[in-house]
């Protein structure tokens, strides 16, 4: 059962691979539906369970998924996806192998997908050779949580020229000044990272991050995800209605670690992504 239900035509791919990422996000705001997006490290928990991970995640309700690269020394996230980026390694992911990933799913997939991951590798791959086959593989966005803004300009141009856009984090931190930079560079959405810290499941950051979201609100004209520390579908919900959609990371990972390698309990991250689908179209 489970895999004639992964097996099933995703609708809508092709016209979703016509909208650039900053039409997607428009569209979705005129109809005033929340966006789950979900961060998956690749070649996590194995490297041949990536495609069918991200085709679960597509058809569960993802409406856009974080593909990490994943690297040795990853500064922005917690222990979870540390640990996850270790095993990805071990299976022999590499920069290449993500981009090659990316080009056998998007054809099949009615999500987009971003590449996350760190500066380094990509200078190492050739920042032109990168934008070209991330742009090839149908990726439409990139986020690199090390590169600071006014340090961006050589990637971002490339990008952009490209079709890709490039995505920048907030945080509670981060002064009104960046803020205005950060909107005016930003032509898709800003990724504000809901507490200070590095990434990873917690509890009860609804109530902390709902007040910097609102005041976010009035700074920030383009879209706003956020993550870091979301755990739950109400929390979830809680958050989307200060924002225009929630990023879930390290729970999901959680989920996958426990369930995917026993083919039973596919299903149970299926239903978990569910769970944070339905609670923002509540």
């Keep these: ?32 539906r929340k966006l789950l997006s979900l961060f998956l490290t690749a070649g996590f928990p194995t490297a041949d369970a990536t495609l069918p991970l991200l085709q679960l995640l597509d058809k569960a309700g993802a409406d856009l998924i974080e593909l990490g ?9 917690g222990p979870t996806i540390q640990r996850i980026s270790q095993i990805a ?3 022999g992911v590499t920069v290449k192998s993500v981009l090659e990933m990316a080009a056998k799913a998007t054809p099949l997939l009615r999500a987009p997908i971003i590449l996350m991951g760190y500066y ?20 439409q966005g990139l986020i690199i949580p090390d ?9 971002r141009e490339r990008a952009l020229a490209a079709g890709l856009s490039l ?33 990873g499941a917690r509890t009860h950051v609804a109530a902390q991050a709902k007040d910097f979201l609102e005041r976010l609100r009035q700074q920030i004209r383009h879209p706003i995800l956020v993550g870091f520390g979301v755990a739950s579908a109400s929390e979830a919900q809680a958050l989307a209605s200060a924002c225009d959609g929630v990023i879930v990371g390290s729970a999901l990972l959680h989920e996958i670690e426990k369930h995917w390698l026993d083919e039973t309990g596919r299903a149970k991250v299926a239903a978990f992504v569910q769970t944070f689908s339905q609670s923002l179209r509540a």
């Design 1 to 32: 059962m489970f895999l004639q239900w992964l097996g099933r035509g995703t609708k809508n791919s092709e016209a979703r691979m016509n909208l650039s990422l900053q039409q997607y996000f428009e569209e979705h705001r005129r109809n005033n």
């Design 69 to 77: 690269m994943p690297f040795s020394d990853p500064l922005a996230d």
């Design 89 to 91: 390694l071990r299976n």
């Design 120 to 139: 380094n590798p990509i200078l190492k791959f050739g920042m032109e050779k990168f934008v070209q086959a991330a742009t090839n593989a149908g990726v």
């Design 147 to 155: 590169l600071p803004p006014e340090e961006s300009t050589a990637l």
């Design 167 to 199: 995505i920048y984090l907030v945080s509670p931190n981060t002064s009104l000044q960046r803020l205005e930079l950060i909107d005016r560079m930003t032509t898709s959405f800003v990724y504000a990272v809901s507490i200070t810290g590095v990434t």
